[in-house]
């Protein structure tokens, strides 16, 4: 079992920024991908970055891109997401998600062990 904890989330404004980290635990060494996504309240949880834990590939996702950056710390196990100039619409619970063999990075249907989601709300 992998476990994932999620931290950083709260109030920002708009044009403001924050961090969010996912720790995760247990048997990494299982995983090969970690993710990012995001639900907001009445929609379908989105995608939003995913990296591999070896290697330099990232991906973002259109809305994002330019604005957020994934990175990670092998050392600590640990996933980050910088969030810069936030938005009123990226507004959403925040998961960080993993998963072994992972192809479609951008399905939640992908990953396999989920965090329990950290909030993130962005006033005008």
């Known amino acids: 079992q992998v476990q994932l904890v999620e931290s950083g989330g709260g109030l920002v404004q708009a044009g403001g920024s924050l961090r969010l980290s996912c720790a995760a635990s247990?048997?990494?060494?299982?995983?090969?991908?970690m993710g990012w996504f995001r639900q907001a309240p009445g929609k379908e949880r989105e995608f939003v970055a995913a990296?591999?834990?070896?290697?330099?590939?990232?991906w973002s996702a259109d809305s994002v891109k330019g604005r957020f950056t994934i990175s990670r710390d092998n050392a600590k196990n640990t996933v980050y997401l910088q969030m810069n100039n936030l938005k009123s619409e990226d507004t959403a619970v925040y998961y960080c998600?993993?998963?072994?063999?992972?192809?479609?990075?951008?399905?939640?249907?992908?990953?396999?062990?989920w965090g329990q989601g950290t909030q993130v709300t962005v006033s005008l």
């Open positions: 990296i591999r834990w070896s290697g330099s590939s990232t």
């Open positions: 998600a993993a998963g072994r063999s992972i192809v479609v990075v951008i399905s939640p249907y992908e990953y396999s062990y």
């Open positions: 247990g048997r990494t060494s299982s995983t090969s991908t």
